[in-house]
């Protein structure tokens, strides 16, 4: 099985600042990575699919990158509606999701 | 509009059973895959299970593997959870998710807003 790690747990922000989340495969993946975010009480929503793919309607300030083992999603300037939980997820064999960076205010 | 409306939580005993169903709308079901992702209070995703869109690829997580069946219903749009031999672990809020392809991969572009099983005595 191919486990999923996130650094870090959680993060503390402010408006403006660049985020930046590590997601990191126990086995390469190819690119098969996609992004959510999930606000409290609410659903998780896709953010990124493919590694680096934007999906339609999410703000350009997101982004994903990388490949094989390691990967990131960053926020060029954080907004107030972006403090919420993150996830990874692979689907390259079955699907894992990681356990989470929230990202809170500093 | 895409629409995943969940169903059939509620408080069980362990070692008991519970059926969970997912109505969906909005989109030709028979063309994608569909997924069971839960969330234990307070907890991180966990993917359950995963059916392609002709029910010929199946997956499961170790975790219930043996004792969770899903299934659907092309003709009723529709997706379900059959959950036996209940434990304490199980206890968790259940989403449905619906796969951006036919087969058994690919990212989950729409969520419903879940069901909640409680497995307590």
């Known amino acids: 099985d191919i486990q999923m790690t996130q650094s870090p747990s959680t993060l503390s922000a402010s408006i403006g600042d660049r985020v930046t989340i590590t997601c990191r495969a126990s086995?390469?993946?190819?690119?098969?990575l996609a992004w959510y975010q999930q606000k409290p009480g609410k659903a998780p929503n896709l953010l990124i699919s493919k590694a680096s793919t934007l999906e339609s309607g999410v703000p350009s300030r997101f982004s994903g990158s990388g490949s094989g083992t390691e990967f990131t999603l960053t926020i060029s300037s954080l907004q107030p509606d972006d403090f919420a939980t993150y996830y990874c997820q692979q689907y390259n064999s079955l699907f894992t999701f990681g356990p989470g960076t929230k990202v809170d205010i500093k | 509009e895409v629409q995943l409306v969940e169903s059939g939580g509620g408080l069980v005993q362990p070692g008991r059973s519970l059926r969970l169903s997912c109505a969906a709308s909005?989109?030709?079901?028979?063309?994608?895959?569909m997924h069971w992702v839960r969330q234990a209070p307070g907890k991180g995703l966990e993917w359950v299970s995963g059916?392609?869109?002709?029910?010929?690829?199946?997956g499961y997580a170790d975790s219930v593997k043996g004792r969770f069946t899903i299934s659907r219903d092309n003709a009723k749009n529709s997706l379900y959870l059959q959950m036996h031999s209940l434990r304490a672990e199980d206890t968790a809020l259940y989403y449905c998710?619906?796969?951006?392809?036919?087969?058994?991969?690919?990212?989950?572009?729409?969520w419903g807003q879940g069901t909640l099983v409680t497995v307590s005595s």
């Open positions: 086995q390469s993946i190819s690119n098969w």
């Open positions: 998710a619906k796969n951006t392809m036919d087969i058994l991969t690919g990212e989950f572009d729409y």
């Open positions: 059916i392609s869109w002709n029910s010929g690829s199946i």
């Open positions: 909005g989109f030709i079901f028979d063309d994608y895959g």
